[in-house]
């Protein structure tokens, strides 16, 4: 992988890696990583909602499931590039908290969740 002058940079090769690290890392039970970087864990009430909608939800569509593999092919590198900064932090925790709370008005419980095996 070659040199990058921004952090988002990158070609399609990696871009390939980084889908299929998500993919090893999704048979380990990875992590939301922005929701984990906003909420400060993997293990509390906002992430564990989420979760179950990537899990109940988004992973039972194709395009779901596209967008999960978007998601972890692009998250950990802006969390890398820019995790550390409030604006950031701030910037994600409206629009989860939002999310959030949208989804527990469906029904999505709060409550601890253990992830589901990659279909």
């Not at 690290?21 to 400060?40: F, H, L, N, P, W």
Request: net charge positive; proline share 6%; charged share 35%.
């Amino acid at each position: 992988m070659g040199k990058h002058n921004h952090p988002l940079d990158f070609d399609t090769d990696e871009l390939l890696f980084l889908m299929y690290e998500m993919d090893e890392d999704q048979k380990r039970g990875s992590a939301c990583y922005i929701a984990t970087c906003v909420y400060g864990s993997y293990d509390c009430p906002q992430v564990w909602t989420l979760r179950r909608f990537r899990d109940g939800k988004l992973a039972r569509t194709v395009p779901g499931r596209w967008f999960i593999r978007l998601y972890y092919a692009v998250s950990p590198r802006l969390v890398s590039a820019f995790g550390e900064k409030e604006g950031f932090r701030r910037f994600w925790r409206k629009r989860l908290d939002r999310l959030v709370a949208r989804l527990k008005s469906e029904g999505v419980p709060d409550t601890p969740y253990r992830d589901t095996e990659p279909r």
